[in-house]
């Protein structure tokens, strides 16, 4: 049985099997964003390459400005957005990202960029 996916960068995912279709609101997938319908398992792109436009620019261990930094970022740095603008906090929105060590943390999004590949 062949299945096509089908993605959308307004958000929402066409999922596209033998004789059904279904749409999916991207914000509805948990669990490692991988969603199961009937014998159809889909894995979604999570994340997208990011790059740090700024000098000195905090890793923070969560949004917001009190909280631990976990370490400086350079400006050109590469990064992982995992999830953009997810809260507004101190007067910033802030992106999860993850570095390419492997850090998780938290930045203001007017620090990171979406890359160009």
Not at 3 to 16: A, Q, W
Not at 22 to 51: C, M
Request: proline share 2%; charged share 25%; hydrophobic share 40%.
């Amino acid at each position: 049985m062949k299945k096509r996916i089908l993605l959308s960068t307004l958000g929402l995912i066409t999922i596209l099997s033998v004789g059904s279709a279904f749409p999916a609101k991207a914000d509805t997938l948990k669990n490692n964003n991988i969603i199961e319908h009937k014998n159809s398992i889909i894995a979604v792109r999570s994340q997208y390459p990011g790059i740090i436009i700024g000098t000195e620019v905090r890793l923070r261990a969560e949004a917001g400005t009190s909280s631990r930094v976990i370490r400086y970022l350079n400006l050109n740095e590469k990064v992982s957005i995992l999830e953009s603008q997810v809260k507004e906090v101190d007067g910033y929105k802030w992106d999860k990202i993850r570095t390419y060590n492997g850090e998780v943390g938290y930045v203001a999004s007017q620090y990171v960029a979406i890359r160009t590949v």
